[in-house]
Every structure is written in C-alpha cells, then in structure tokens.
C-alpha cells in the first residue's frame, strides 16, 4: 500500500502546487474586491514524506479522500471582525465540506484560551470545474486557515515543533502560557474594538465636513478628509503620500501656530488658493502654504520646522506677497532654488 501511495502522492501533489497558487490569487483578488485587508496570504503543499507519516499516524484506510489538507492557504488578518468577513467570503465562492471544517474557538469551552482559527476544508466548487482551466483540479480537496495577527502569533509560538514553548512543558510554564493565550485573546478582541471606534470616528468626521460642522479637534484622519474634501470641491488633484509619521509632524506645525481645529484650519485658507495651484502639491504644500499665506512672520515665530523652502517660481504663495514682502521673506526662510533643499511638500 506505501508504495501504491507513495506512486498517488508523487502524481497528485503537483497538482496541489497548482491548485494552491490558484486559490490564493483568487482569494487576494476577493479580498480585495470586498476592501478586506490583510497581513499575509501564503500556500503550502504537504511533501510526501510528512503526508505518509499522517497517514500511518491516522490509521487512513482511504489516504485519497481523507487526506484533506495536502494543500493549504493561511490567511492572516488584522482583526476578528475582519476574520468574519473572510470566513463569509470563503463560504460564498468555495464549495465547504462542513464535515472536515471547524472553528477551533467554537470548540472551546468557556474556561478555555488557547489555539483559535478557523479551518474550512474546501473544492473550487462545480461552477468552476465546467471551465477547462479547472477540469484538472476537480475532486482535490485544499483547507484554509484564518487567524488574526495575535492568533498567529499564538499558533506559531506554541505549536511550531521547533519551538521551546511546543509540546508538554513543566505545569508552571504551561500555566503561564495559557494565562497569556487569555491576555491575546484580550487584546484581539479590544483591538477589533478599537478598530470599529476608529472606523465610527472616521465616518463622523466625514459627515461633521460635509455639513458644515467643523468644531473636531485636528488629527491625523479629520486633517486629511478636511483637505480631501477642499481639493474634491475645487477640482485640484494632490500628490498622494504615505508619510511614515501619520502627519504627526504636520499636525504639530499647526497647533504651534494656533490652529487646533477644523474651523480654524478653514479660517485660513485662502479662497482663492486654488486659482494659484500651477504644480503639483501634497497635503504638507498645500496646508504649508495656507499657514504662511495667512502669516509667515508668525510661522516663523512660533513653529519649530525642519524643512527649507525652495523655490520653484511660480509657487502660489508668491500671488499674495508684494516684492518687498517676497524679499523679506526669502531673507527669513533662506529660500533656495528648487532641488537644493528639503522642499515643504516634503
């Protein structure tokens, strides 16, 4: 029987390489699509050697349809919220044996912490193998896993064979891990609620713009819808960024120059900014230049910055000073032609 096996394992598991490739890019672009984020979708295909030892482990009788994880997909994801959200994905576009699948949580009794996922064992589904590329892959089965970023991190620290926290350990030590298995549980779960707050806020700052309501203390989300929401309704296209900071620098530049809130950003931009927009700007340009447009003397008074400002000629600031103002201003800023310093959309 091993080498009948071993002659099935060597014919199939390169379809299973296929096979999980496939999933994990339709999964990605499903993912996506549902504007789902994640840490990681990765594939794995048993060897011959580990799928032999399970058989022999499992007594299998019939290797060819109880062996349902030779190929797997791990999805891993931020928060448990987001682990519903997979799950209910991959319920919709594959076809789940229910009998082989679990929710290692659901298992768990209510004093229990430990290993928590979920596990879907899984075929592409008979939509799918009417199509020529699939025919090949019919009747394999693959299983995925879902963990939010603290479940791996469990997963992988005391089960990874490896690993000095694997297997049995003294009492007092497996005591402790299992009462920090109940703090991760924790923290995912006040992590998922911090993240619904964080998506309530951002939805309410959205609104309070729109209507008009702009008394919200300025921070990194309130900043950036503001301004979006200036350049939607004037039709000026901004640079996008992806400042390391979350803008902290800049938020900091405006409360030292007296700026705290929404209303107050609005109060001193001027109405006419747009007009005067000839190149590219990011949000740090743009709400650089209101600040300075409003009083560049008191910028410089008031606000520690780092940046040197360069001139690249036709920049909107100049429409609103006189000559004599743009020379004492240069004087001030020590202004530099364009390329030869840290320019303030930086």
Known sequence: MTQDLSSWLAETLPKYQALTSLVSSIMASLMQGDKIDYLAISSR????????????????????EQLTDLGGIRIIVFFESDLVRVSNLIERSFTIDVKNSSDKER??????????????????GEARFVLPEYKNLKGLKFEFQVRTVLQHAWAELAHDRNYKFAGKLPEDAERKLYLYAGMLELADKGLDELSREMDAHIAQVQEDIKSGSLESPIDSVALVRFVDEWAARHSVQLKSLKPKSGYEDLINELNSFGVHTLAQLMAIVPVDYHEHISVDRTIYGVVRDWMLISDWRGFAERVSYDWVYEDNGDDPLWAYLSEEERLAFQQVYNVVPRGYGHHLDD
């Open 107 to 124: 298992q768990m009794s209510v004093d229990q912490t430990g290993y928590r996922s979920v596990h879907f064992v899984c075929d592409m």
């Open 45 to 64: 295909v048993k060897d011959t050697e580990s799928a032999l030892e399970k058989v022999r482990r499992k007594n299998y009788t019939s290797p060819a």
